[in-house]
């Protein structure tokens, strides 16, 4: 997943919320997200602007991301610790 998908799900945004905020077409922020579009320096600081993100080109880097967040509890604590 891109960075651009974490943040925008993490907001709590839609594609169309996001594109909306950013001066975009929803199929532009979905083509980007897919890897189909190549977004060109205005749409990724548009993005980037609507998302709090600097630098622009971070938001096509790839996440790593578990879901569900790992919680800690006492054994996972003395492991990590350890």
Do not use: C, F, K
């Amino acid at each position: 997943m891109t960075l651009l998908t974490y943040v925008r799900r993490n907001e709590g945004l839609t594609q169309a919320d996001l594109a909306a905020r950013a001066g975009l077409h929803r199929l532009t922020v979905w083509g980007i997200e897919r890897g189909r579009v190549n977004p060109n320096p205005d749409e990724l600081e548009r993005l980037a602007t609507a998302l709090h993100v600097q630098p622009p080109e971070a938001l096509l880097e790839q996440v790593e991301v578990v879901w569900p967040p790992h919680q800690r509890t006492a054994s996972t604590e003395q492991a990590v610790t350890a």
